[in-house]
């Protein structure tokens, strides 16, 4: 049965029926529709809209569905959308009674508390994949904190970094998208059950013991604005968005890390794939996977924005559009964020391959510099005195840490001995003392921190 069949003459095409539909994919509020339809049946009883034995038989009712559904004895199937589904249910095994749930309420605020009370849940689940991985990448940094490997700007070697810091580079990101998605629930955690179809009911309804029973942290202020808010749904996009972009970054270094032009990780076995006609093959395709995957994430969150966009108050069905995105959203990032912990946890180093490269490129340049404006060189003295030094080993092919004090000596007068020990690609590394540099002691007080941090959701 229709839940809005008492105007009509004539039955909806059967067409027009497939295109409204909502319940092939909304169905997986379901749990959601089935605990606010309670809290809702509660309240009218306690609140003497209807009465107790009315409301106990709604409630018993709905939790039998919610039990069958669970148990996989019930299809969700053959209605309009998921509320219609759970009502008319309701109905044909409690009869007359059921079709008292309705009061008060509205499919409009109706579905917009089912998803926030759902978006919770996607908000939370997040929160606890990210933070699988930056455990993993802890552990990553602090067993790897012992390696040296090159560090990049503009994709050229740059200057010796400790391995260690490269991944607390990435748990740094990933904490900040646990931060983003962890206020986000509390911003999204306010209650439009009340706001009925938009301009709110005439009933004495008790917002407040709605709110509570749904763990909710507030209700909302206004009911044109609740029932047609995806604010929202939006930002849990974005939040995606970005720790999608963050992965994806992971995922780009490791393909090129991994690649044999760099050759300074092995991607474990388990996580690789082969050639069809190559034999020799050895292709990275999860990290392309996950990076190919951002795109799709991004693409969701205009699609919403676009939505939002020109919609006058209050609520309209293009708002039946907020669903399909968020669970291919919700359903691709705790994939790609499953699969790349899994990964992390198992990739391989070439110790010996990133520590040479490390050294290569004349990456320990600034340490010369540096040495000298240590010892009173005005820096940009000191840059151009390296720089000729730089020139020097090109033509000669030589490097800065093969030289002898002579050598630097043609540069500056400034050298002494103590240079030689000064510009090895591991005295680079450890010389970055500052807070957060790449000195071992830094990554192991950055690791503390990091921990410290992840402890506080
Ligand atoms: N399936 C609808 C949605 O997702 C439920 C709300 C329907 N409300 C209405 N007035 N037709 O938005």
């Not at 996009?237 to 963050?246: E, I, N, R």
């Not at 020109?310 to 959203?329: R, S």
């Not at 240590?374 to 033509?395: M, S």
Request: net charge negative; aromatic share 8%; proline share 3%.
């Amino acid at each position: 049965m229709k839940l809005w069949e008492g105007r009509f003459d004539a039955p909806t095409a059967a067409d027009a029926d497939a295109f409204n539909e909502s319940l092939s994919f909304d169905k997986k509020l379901w749990r959601a529709d089935i605990t606010a339809s309670v809290a809702h049946a509660t309240m009218l009883g306690k609140c003497g809209i209807i009465t107790n034995e009315e409301s106990d038989a709604i409630c018993a009712g709905l939790k039998a569905i919610c039990a069958d559904i669970e148990a996989g004895t019930l299809a969700v199937e053959g209605q309009e959308d998921i509320h219609s589904f759970v009502e008319n249910e309701l109905v044909s095994r409690i009869g007359q009674t059921g079709k008292k749930l309705h009061t008060a309420r509205s499919r409009n605020d109706q579905v917009a508390t089912d998803f926030r009370l759902y978006a919770r849940g996607a908000a939370d689940r997040a929160v606890d994949a990210l933070k699988a991985l930056v455990t993993v990448l802890l552990a990553r940094a602090k067993e790897t904190s012992k390696y040296i490997m090159p560090g990049f700007t503009h994709l050229r070697k740059a200057q010796p970094i400790n391995c260690g810091q490269y991944f607390n580079a990435y748990s740094e990101m990933f904490l900040r998208d646990i931060d983003r998605f962890h206020s986000l629930r509390a911003r999204m955690n306010v209650m439009p059950l009340g706001s009925a179809a938009l301009a709110g009911t005439s009933y004495p309804i008790d917002r407040e013991m709605t709110r509570a029973l749904l763990g909710f942290d507030s209700v909302s202020q206004n009911s044109l604005d609740a029932v047609s808010d995806r604010d929202f749904v939006a930002e849990y996009l974005f939040c995606a968005s970005l720790a999608m972009a963050h992965l994806s970054r992971l995922c780009e270094d490791t393909i090129l890390y991994t690649s044999d032009e760099f050759g300074y990780w092995v991607i474990p076995d388990a996580y690789s794939t082969g050639s069809s006609i190559m034999p020799q093959k050895k292709n990275p395709d999860i990290p392309e996977l996950v990076r190919g995957k951002t795109g799709r994430v991004y693409g969701h969150l205009m699609g919403i924005l676009t939505t939002i966009k020109g919609l006058p108050l209050a609520y309209n069905k293009d708002l039946q559009e907020d669903k399909e995105p968020f669970f291919d959203a919700e359903t691709t990032l705790e994939n790609c964020l499953a699969i790349y912990t899994a990964l992390v946890k198992e990739l391989a180093f070439n110790v010996n391959a990133m520590f040479e490269a490390a050294g290569e490129g004349h990456s320990t340049a600034t340490d010369v510099a540096d040495y000298l404006a240590k010892r009173g060189v005005p820096f940009r003295d000191a840059h151009a005195a390296t720089g000729r030094l730089v020139r020097y080993c090109i033509e000669h092919n030589k490097t800065l840490p093969s030289l002898t004090l002579e050598e630097f000596r043609l540069a500056s007068p400034v050298f002494e001995e103590d240079i030689l020990s000064a510009v090895t690609t591991r005295a680079s590394a450890e010389g970055r003392t500052s807070v957060g540099g790449s000195a071992r002691q830094a990554v192991m007080d950055g690791i503390v921190s990091l921990r410290k941090r992840l402890r506080q959701y």
